[in-house]
C-alpha cells in the first residue's frame, strides 16, 4: 500500500557529503513517520534520523551534527543530507515508514542504498 524508492547512494572520500532520497507513493495519508536505518556487514540495522508527521526529527548520537533529516511534502520525499562523512558510516542505508493499519503500526522499507566512504 505504500511503496518506497532510495537514490543517492555512492562512493565519497572521508569529509565529503552524499543526500539520500527517498519517494514515497501509495496511502501517503497514513504514514505517521519515517527514518533511515542503516546497516553495516555483521551489524544490526539500526536506526540514522527519523522525522515524524508533525515534523518532531531525532538522530542516533553517530550522526548528529553531521546528518539532517527533511522532506518536500509536495514531492511526498524525504531526504538525509550527510555531511563530514566518516568511513564508519559505510552502509547500506534503508529508507523506513511506519503505517497506520488501525489496527496498529506496519513497518514499510525501501530497497536500500549503499553508501561508501573511504579514508
Known amino acids: 500500500q505504500v511503496q518506497l524508492v532510495e537514490s543517492g547512494g555512492g562512493l565519497v572520500q572521508a569529509g565529503g557529503s552524499l543526500r539520500l532520497s527517498c519517494a514515497a507513493s501509495g496511502s501517503i495519508s497514513n504514514i505517521v513517520a519515517m527514518g533511515w536505518y542503516r546497516q553495516a556487514p555483521g551489524n544490526e540495522r539500526e536506526p540514522v534520523a527519523s522525522?515524524?508527521?508533525?515534523?518532531?526529527?531525532n538522530y542516533s548520537d553517530s550522526v548528529k551534527g553531521r546528518f539532517t533529516i527533511s522532506r518536500d511534502n509536495a514531492k511526498n520525499t524525504m531526504y538525509l543530507q550527510m555531511n563530514s562523512l566518516k568511513p564508519e558510516d559505510t552502509a547500506v542505508y534503508y529508507c523506513n515508514a511506519k503505517y497506520y493499519s488501525g489496527s496498529g503500526l506496519f513497518d514499510y522499507w525501501g530497497q536500500g542504498t549503499q553508501v561508501t566512504v573511504s579514508s
Open positions: 522525522i515524524s508527521r508533525s515534523g518532531r526529527t
